[in-house]
């Protein structure tokens, strides 16, 4: 039996949020918001795999947007099936870091 991720950290960013869309592919998700179609993607519930967004995670980046994994700014995920972490992705830091604060994970810059 899998256990439910506790998303009551995001309500604030979903009750403010104008639109949500669920594409249901994280991957995809990160290149709209590197085309600027999207201006994030935001998963909090810690069971997406590094297999499944790190591609969409450098395309994000050659396009100037930034990432936040398990909290951390740019945080690199091990490369590997069993790696699982929490995104929040968005075409600015700037608009990162008004996700971040709207959430119970604020985001952290590397040391």
């Known amino acids: 039996i899998s256990k439910m991720a506790d998303l009551t950290g995001v309500i604030p960013l979903i009750t403010g949020a104008r ?3 669920s594409s249901g592919c994280a ?12 201006d994030a993607h935001v998963d909090e519930r810690g069971t ?3 297999t499944d967004v790190s591609a969409g995670l450098f395309i994000l980046k050659q396009a100037g947007g930034c990432w ?6 740019f945080k690199d995920l091990p490369l590997h099936r069993e790696s699982r972490a929490r995104i929040t992705a968005a075409s600015c830091r700037e608009l990162l870091q008004e996700i971040q604060g709207l959430t119970s994970c604020p985001v952290r810059t590397p040391s």
């Open 27 to 38: 991957a995809l998700s990160l290149c709209q918001g590197a085309e600027g179609i999207l």
């Open 19 to 21: 639109h949500i869309r």
């Open 68 to 73: 936040a994994v398990d909290g951390s700014l």
């Open 48 to 50: 997406i795999r590094a």
